[in-house]
């Protein structure tokens, strides 16, 4: 049986040991998991779908908390550092706490009369599953890495599933339409038990699915909803259910358009499981007060204005654009812009270049990332052109074409950095060495 002194060792080891990065199955986990024992007491919440995940789960965990209830919330991909994906009552876990589960997983897979090899984020999943399970708490909140039929966190059987959005991403292990997309996510529903859906256009192969295992479809527009009171005075929203109603919310700490259809589908799944994990209103609004994501829209406090956005598919693309169109009048905004050679990196540029005057393209040190040389020539090809208003210049990092736009901004002018998890991570550490 291998074993490590450190967390980060058994990192390093697990992006080498298991061949291919992502391996779509459940059957060697599936094992693994058996011969742990793993299980739930808790209610557990899955929540899967192309964008919006993170924000869903955030609510959540923020509501649940301030009902006083022990969360547990995995998450994924990380910015800064790994032991953001596991967090208790909203701590991230530490490496000692971490490690020794990671012992009982690689135990538990050389125990096995054939020994399986585990993908990194399989291995990681279940150590941190693992985690949670010793640890009695009162509720259990996974975020799906990739789709959700074959998605590691789909070994275990949810209470309630949410799928916040559908939309083309990850074609190669998930198909190149809304409707094998949709098949992929509703995987992670289960007979019998809530099944909400956020999308307010869901593909029918997942609403036949739902139907096919008999699982409670709860669909946005027809099941929940949520109404808005724009324009008065107090900025206030109104969440309707099937049994529920929860009237005179304040808008979520998130910002953006697309957050109070993640905080109806949150608050769907509250509903739906409301015998076993009461919330009260004050609960709701101090959840809904306290929510932080970091990465998702998320304005930095001064000036010149900063906007840090995860966005790396069209679908996000559209929201950002409509995030920052209502952000008021700006005098020239600066994209740190970096993205994964397998995106649709054009759809993402074409929402966005009406938003944008100068372009800060960055290389990302992954295999799997476009070159800056390659952003040029899309962003070219969508029509922006040097010319004194609008530039494109190409750096070896997000941390030096940040650099590069704060050496040119005014208090005027706002930055916006997003296409990658990577290209946010970039520009976040360099951030944080700068205050150190």
Same mark, same amino acid.
């Given at each position: 049986?291998?074993?490590?002194?450190?967390?980060?060792?058994?990192? +390093?080891?697990?992006?080498?040991?298991?061949?291919?990065?992502?391996?779509?199955?459940?059957?060697?986990?599936?094992?693994?998991?058996?011969?742990?024992?793993?299980?739930?007491?808790?209610?557990?919440?899955?929540?899967?779908?192309?964008?919006?995940?993170?924000?869903?789960? %955030?609510?959540?965990?923020?509501?649940?908390? %301030?009902?006083?209830?022990?969360?547990?919330?995995?998450?994924?991909?990380?910015?800064?550092?790994?032991?953001?994906?596991?967090?208790?009552?909203?701590? =991230?876990?530490?490496?000692?706490?971490?490690?020794?589960?990671?012992? %009982?997983?690689?135990?538990?897979?050389?125990?096995? +009369?054939?020994?399986?090899?585990?993908?990194?984020?399989?291995?990681?999943?279940?150590?941190?599953?693992?985690?949670?399970?010793?640890?009695?708490?009162?509720?259990?909140?996974?975020?799906?890495?990739?789709?959700?039929?074959?998605?590691?966190?789909?070994?275990?059987?949810?209470?309630?599933?949410?799928?916040?959005?559908?939309?083309?991403?990850?074609?190669?292990?998930?198909?190149?339409?809304?409707?094998?997309?949709?098949?992929?996510?509703?995987?992670?529903?289960?007979?019998?038990?809530?099944?909400?859906?956020?999308?307010?256009?869901?593909?029918?192969?997942?609403?036949?699915?739902? /139907?096919?295992?008999? %699982?409670?479809?709860?669909?946005?527009?027809?099941?929940?909803?949520?109404?808005?009171?724009?324009?008065?005075?107090? /900025?206030?929203?109104?969440?309707?259910?099937?049994?529920?109603?929860?009237?005179?919310?304040?808008?979520?700490?998130?910002?953006?358009?697309?957050?109070?259809?993640?905080?109806?589908?949150?608050?769907?799944?509250?509903?739906?499981?409301?015998?076993?994990?009461?919330?009260?209103? /004050?609960?709701?609004?101090?959840?809904?007060? =306290?929510?932080?994501?970091?990465?998702?829209?998320?304005?930095?406090?001064?000036?010149?204005?900063?906007?840090?956005?995860?966005?790396?598919?069209?679908?996000?693309?559209?929201?950002?654009?409509? =995030?920052?169109?209502?952000?008021?009048?700006?005098?020239?905004?600066?994209?740190?812009? #970096?993205?994964?050679?397998?995106?649709?990196?054009? #759809?993402?540029?074409?929402?966005?270049?009406?938003?944008?005057?100068?372009?800060?393209?960055?290389?990302?040190?992954?295999?799997?990332? +476009?070159?800056?040389?390659?952003?040029?020539?899309?962003?070219?090809?969508?029509?922006?052109?040097?010319?004194?208003?609008?530039?494109?210049?190409?750096?070896?990092?997000?941390?030096?074409?940040?650099?590069?736009?704060?050496?040119?901004?005014?208090?005027?002018?706002?930055?916006?950095?997003?296409?990658?998890?990577?290209?946010?991570?970039?520009?976040?550490?360099?951030?944080?060495?700068?205050?150190?």
């Amino acid at each position: 049986m291998t074993h490590f002194p450190t967390l980060d060792a058994w990192l +390093a080891h697990l992006e080498s040991a298991h061949p291919v990065g992502i391996d779509m199955g459940l059957t060697r986990i599936g094992k693994v998991k058996d011969a742990l024992g793993l299980a739930f007491d808790c209610p557990v919440i899955t929540v899967g779908g192309t964008n919006g995940k993170g924000s869903t789960c %955030a609510m959540l965990e923020s509501i649940l908390r %301030a009902s006083g209830y022990h969360v547990g919330c995995h998450t994924s991909p990380h910015l800064l550092e790994f032991n953001e994906r596991a967090r208790i009552d909203g701590h =991230n876990a530490t490496d000692d706490e971490l490690l020794p589960h990671f012992e %009982a997983v690689e135990a538990a897979r050389t125990r096995l +009369a054939e020994p399986v090899s585990l993908t990194y984020f399989e291995f990681t999943t279940l150590a941190i599953l693992h985690w949670f399970a010793s640890r009695e708490l009162d509720a259990v909140i996974l975020e799906v890495g990739l789709g959700g039929r074959l998605d590691a966190v789909n070994i275990i059987d949810a209470d309630c599933a949410i799928v916040t959005s559908i939309d083309i991403d990850h074609t190669e292990y998930l198909g190149e339409t809304r409707e094998k997309i949709a098949y992929e996510k509703a995987g992670i529903f289960r007979p019998g038990r809530p099944a909400i859906c956020a999308d307010p256009a869901p593909p029918q192969t997942l609403i036949d699915h739902a /139907q096919a295992i008999g %699982a409670e479809l709860w669909l946005f527009g027809r099941d929940f909803r949520y109404e808005g009171q724009a324009g008065s005075e107090r /900025q206030q929203w109104s969440y309707v259910g099937p049994t529920a109603r929860r009237s005179a919310l304040a808008y979520p700490a998130l910002r953006g358009a697309n957050q109070l259809i993640n905080t109806a589908a949150a608050l769907a799944a509250l509903e739906a499981l409301r015998d076993r994990l009461p919330v009260s209103a /004050q609960d709701v609004r101090l959840g809904l007060a =306290n929510v932080e994501l970091p990465g998702r829209f998320q304005v930095l406090p001064g000036r010149p204005s900063i906007v840090l956005d995860v966005a790396h598919n069209p679908h996000a693309a559209a929201v950002l654009a409509q =995030n920052l169109g209502s952000m008021g009048f700006f005098r020239y905004t600066y994209a740190v812009f #970096g993205a994964m050679r397998d995106k649709d990196i054009a #759809g993402v540029v074409k929402h966005l270049k009406g938003e944008i005057d100068h372009w800060c393209l960055a290389d990302l040190p992954i295999g799997r990332a +476009a070159s800056a040389a390659d952003l040029d020539e899309i962003v070219r090809t969508a029509g922006v052109k040097d010319s004194p208003d609008s530039s494109i210049s190409r750096f070896a990092s997000p941390a030096e074409a940040f650099q590069d736009a704060l050496s040119r901004v005014t208090d005027d002018d706002r930055i916006v950095v997003f296409g990658s998890f990577y290209t946010v991570a970039g520009v976040m550490a360099y951030r944080k060495s700068r205050r150190h």
